[in-house]
């Protein structure tokens, strides 16, 4: 039975990579079902831990609260620090959507430090990304900002060239609300390199659309800006509506700086 649930909880993550993410909580939930009550604890802690951060992916928040806190013990249980950040980083979100702000920010606190230790840069950039969008969905864009940099500048240390990209446009947006303009300005020059910047908020649930930002230089020295919203249906996308003019409107305000600069 463990060998099913395994395999379950493997078609399940596969599913969520591929877009196909009723499918992947489906098989995320055989997963569970099929686990028998005597596997080993870290077993037992990967396929629950598995459907509980595919449940905050979707914002089933209550539900992946559940999920996680059975999950939780047993991966201390087995001693697992990898998969006790995998938890925390999912369990943060689901306990400030189910009202507990302060638990949720000390969950993803202990999930960044674990991250941290563990030199996992996937891990690292959950722990940074959601604890940064926690405190910042709780009115504290200060504190938020401070979260983003420090992200940064561990992803810049350790040389995590995939996430820096993303942590950069984290921290660059919380800039450009605070209206530090020059601040802004000099991070978005680190990201033009790789000239792509793609992000999304696991905060967001099933309607989040998934953000690709592109740069192209051209000839006359100017560049540019290309951003693409994507969404899972046309039902989030008609909800969205008018969603994209504040972006609009940054860019806006972005490009008159940038003018005052050269």
Not at 37 to 53: C, K, S, Y
Not at 96 to 102: N, Y
Request: with cysteine; aromatic share 4%; charged share 25%.
């Amino acid at each position: 039975p463990m060998l099913a649930a395994g395999l379950h909880e493997r078609i399940g993550r596969y599913l969520w990579m591929a877009g196909q993410h009723g499918e992947a909580v489906d098989e995320l939930r055989r997963a569970t079902a099929a686990m028998p009550d005597d596997a080993p604890v870290a077993d037992r802690a990967r396929v629950l831990g598995a459907e509980g951060h595919i449940l905050m992916l979707i914002g089933h928040g209550a539900e992946a609260r559940a999920r996680c806190e059975q999950a939780l013990p047993l991966a201390r249980e087995a001693g697992s620090s990898i998969e006790q950040c995998r938890i925390l980083n999912s369990l943060g979100p689901a306990l400030q959507w189910t009202g507990e702000s302060e638990a949720g920010i000390a969950a993803l606190q202990e999930a960044r430090r674990l991250a941290i230790e563990l030199d996992d840069p996937e891990e690292q950039t959950r722990s940074f990304v959601n604890l940064a969008e926690i405190l910042d969905q709780d009115g504290r864009l200060e504190e938020a900002t401070q979260v983003s940099r420090e992200g940064v500048e561990l992803a810049r240390h350790r040389g995590f060239a995939v996430t820096l990209p993303l942590l950069i446009s984290e921290l660059a947006q919380r800039l450009i609300r605070l209206g530090e303009w020059d601040g802004a300005h000099a991070i978005l020059l680190e990201a033009t390199a790789p000239s792509r910047l793609v992000w999304t908020n696991e905060e967001a649930g099933p309607n989040g659309s998934v953000t690709t930002l592109t740069l192209e230089e051209k000839p006359d020295g100017k560049t540019l800006v290309t951003v693409r919203e994507l969404y899972p249906t046309k039902e989030a996308l008609a909800a969205a509506g008018g969603a994209e003019d504040g972006f609009v409107e940054s860019l806006d305000q972005l490009e008159e700086f940038i003018a005052t600069r050269r």
